[in-house]
């Protein structure tokens, strides 16, 4: 196959780039907004100046002779956001511009577009032991959540009124080698041996998914006939607590961490008096994500367990990447 792999510098895209080209199968092009020769990309990858993701981009040249695009491009998520209209710029480049991406693919005779989305889709939080499935009522919060259901639900339709067969996967939380913010600060405290307040936090349960794994599901999607059509939730299959999540990332760290065992209760009390509520949720809530769709329908299970992913997380760390 001819594969056009969109986000391509970012975290999953080159990820995804670098296990496409491991495999020997496909020719694989990597879309760029900046100038290709000035970025880092496997040789065998062909790189190739894109368009704005937005309503105006123009997207033929990267199209012409693919047969499958994974579009990994986005506005992500902003913890400082400065847009004076958040929901509309997400909008604008999250949905107008992935259906322009779209529609320009179907007329170039691209056969699969695999969207990846987010977990963020479903919602937020879950109670410990019910978690989200692909096929829940989605229940985004926040604007970029709202932008990544709205581009599904424009993508999907698409697929359903043309020959191009439309896959989205949403994600967890994704870590592995070269991995930056929350999940590179904890490796860090943990490094320096910072003591941490959270040794308490043994109740709630998060789903996370580490980017071999996610890569993996994603290269079955632009095969698969069962894939068609279909939401899918990426995930590990080994959901754990915030404290065994510091424990584990420590012991493949060789670390014992020093983790004082204040109740979650007062934790979450503590954030909400600072104004920080999303802090509490994320270090003291639950998110989990069931991928036994992903096995019914693909035969899918992932194929790196999570402390083997962990101990490739922190070796990348250590070598500074």
């Known amino acids: 196959m001819h594969i056009l792999v969109t986000g391509a510098t970012g975290f999953v895209g080159s990820a995804l780039l670098q296990h496409l080209c491991d495999t020997g199968r496909h020719q694989v092009r990597a879309a760029l907004r900046k100038t290709p020769s000035a970025l880092p990309l496997p040789v ?4 190739i100046k894109a368009g704005e993701l937005s309503a105006q981009g123009d997207w033929i040249d990267a199209l012409t002779g693919i047969d499958a695009v994974v579009h990994c491009a986005a506005r992500v998520h902003v913890m400082n956001e400065t847009a004076t209209d958040p929901l509309a710029e997400f909008r604008r ?3 107008e511009g992935s259906l ?7 007329r170039a005779g691209v056969k699969r577009f695999v969207f990846v989305s987010s977990i ?12 989200f499935t692909a096929d829940d009522v989605p229940v985004p919060l926040d604007p970029y959540g709202v932008s990544k259901l709205e581009a599904e639900q424009a993508l999907l339709a698409l697929g359903r009124s043309g020959p191009m067969e439309v896959v989205v996967v949403r994600p967890v939380l994704v ?4 991995v930056k913010a929350n999940f590179q600060s904890m490796m860090r405290w943990i490094d320096k041996g910072v003591p941490l307040p959270l040794g308490g936090i043994t109740a709630n349960r998060r789903s996370l998914v580490a980017v071999d794994n996610l890569v993996d599901l994603i290269t079955i999607c632009l095969t698969h006939p069962a894939a068609a059509g279909q939401v899918f939730l990426a995930a590990d299959g080994e959901d754990l607590s915030t404290t065994s999540l510091l424990r584990r990332t420590a012991q493949a760290m060789g670390k014992r961490p020093t983790l004082l065992p204040v109740p979650a209760g007062l934790l979450t009390l503590a954030a909400r008096l600072l104004g920080k509520p999303g802090i509490a949720q994320r270090l003291c809530g639950s998110l989990q994500a069931d991928i036994g769709k992903n096995r019914d329908l693909l035969g899918w299970t992932p194929p790196v367990k999570v402390d083997e ?6 070796a990348a760390y250590r070598r500074g990447g």
């Open 309 to 314: 992913a962990l101990k490739k997380t922190i």
């Open 175 to 178: 870590y592995g080698p070269g």
């Open 93 to 95: 480049v999250n949905v």
């Open 120 to 131: 963020k889709v479903n919602g937020e939080a879950t109670q410990p032991g019910h978690p």
């Open 44 to 47: 065998s990858v062909k790189a």
């Open 100 to 106: 322009a991406l779209a529609r320009q693919a179907q």
